[in-house]
């Protein structure tokens, strides 16, 4: 039915290569190519005849920025099929499973690709161990089986009826509870995600050996002074803190309250008691948003990078890593992955 399958995967600790893995070696016969997708992509060649996967996490209840943009570097569709398979963030808690909440990072893909002249064909949540370091530890090797088990049972099931000919589309009450949360998914996509990238921070562990910029696949970490600095085009992937082999990337919750205090100055009533209302009271509210937004990201821009001279003082990066709640937590690598399988280090 298909010539081959041409898989792409976003993923920064394993989970959606997995998925992505999972459903090509169910599809036997079928010469496979899995590409990771990274800010710059590898130039692939899509056939009439290809049947194309695409495998990410759910970010902010949508599919994330950089999904988005691979969507538009493809090539037209031109009636090429499809099968989406986002990934969730799913848990377990006193062998109790709760599922991950993906919104509409399926359906709102599935629009795209119908726009590019793309046939999709299926379109499945697939929840995988939550990696999210930055908020929680990572998940017990029991919990994490019982989860990937579980995905994997349902990769291969979605596998099966796509070869037989069918499709398979689901999520359609998380999909109407995403386009309810839309407002939440449009801030996190236009704000949210850009501060979160700001948490990061390197404790006095870190010997500058720069592998988390290597592998960053948004190329969003530089190095400075030695130490990784987050940009704003991270897209909280994990990988950098998952994979740091002194375990020194951290999440501190003082950075937090820090960029809370000086993002929410509301800077309307500074302009408005320094200029007056003659000219400022006579803008539309659109604008003064705008001008809101654009004083936190350059106040929160300004306020790391003035941070990150700080921490290159050894003892106050001490001090704020003993502060982290991450430097407690379990880190997280999808099972049987390593970063050679997803991340290129050249």
């Known amino acids: ?46 056939g009439d005849n290809d049947l194309l996967v695409f495998s990410y996490p759910t970010h902010g209840f949508t599919a994330p920025w950089l999904m988005i943009k691979h969507i538009f570097r493809l090539p037209e569709g031109n009636g090429a099929h499809a099968v989406l398979l986002p990934t969730r963030a799913g848990t377990r808690i006193l062998g109790l499973s709760l599922p991950g909440m993906e919104g509409t990072a399926g359906y709102l893909i599935a629009g795209l690709l119908w726009l590019r002249g793309y046939k999709v064909r299926g379109v499945a949540a697939i929840d995988m161990p939550s ?5 929680h530890w990572g998940l017990s090797d029991k919990n994490v089986k019982v989860i990937v088990d579980r995905g994997e049972q349902k990769v291969k099931r979605i596998a099966q009826t796509i070869a037989s000919g069918r499709s398979f589309y689901n999520g359609f009450i998380p999909l109407v509870l995403g386009v309810l949360l839309a407002g939440v998914s449009f801030g996190y996509l236009i704000i949210g995600q850009m501060l979160l990238a700001k948490l990061f921070f390197a404790s006095d562990k870190c010997n500058g050996c720069s592998l988390c910029k290597q592998i960053c696949p948004k190329q969003s970490i530089q190095m400075i002074g030695n130490k990784p600095y987050w940009t704003y085009s991270c897209d909280s ?28 100055i509301p ?15 006579q803008l539309p509210r659109s604008i003064w948003c705008l001008i809101q937004y654009v004083y936190i990201l350059s106040s929160v821009a300004l306020t790391y990078r003035l941070l990150h001279h ?31 399988n997803i991340h290129r280090t050249d």
């Open 267 to 281: 800077v309307h009533f500074w302009i408005s008691g320094n200029l007056g209302w003659s000219f400022t009271g």
């Open 1 to 46: 039915m298909y010539a081959k399958i041409t898989a792409f995967f976003m993923s920064g600790t394993g989970n959606s290569y997995k998925v992505a893995k999972w459903f090509s070696e169910s599809m036997e016969g079928l010469h496979t190519g899995l590409y990771q997708i990274r800010e710059q992509q590898t130039t692939v060649t899509v």
């Open 237 to 264: 992937c994990m990988a950098c803190m998952n994979f740091c082999p002194q375990k020194a990337i951290q999440v501190s919750p003082f950075t937090l309250f820090l960029y809370t205090y000086v993002g929410t």
């Open 310 to 340: 700080v921490l290159r003082i050894r003892p106050l990066a001490a001090l704020l890593s003993a502060l982290s709640h991450t430097k407690y937590f379990r880190r997280y690598k999808s099972p049987g992955v390593s970063l050679g």
């Open 131 to 135: 990696n999210w370091t930055a908020l």
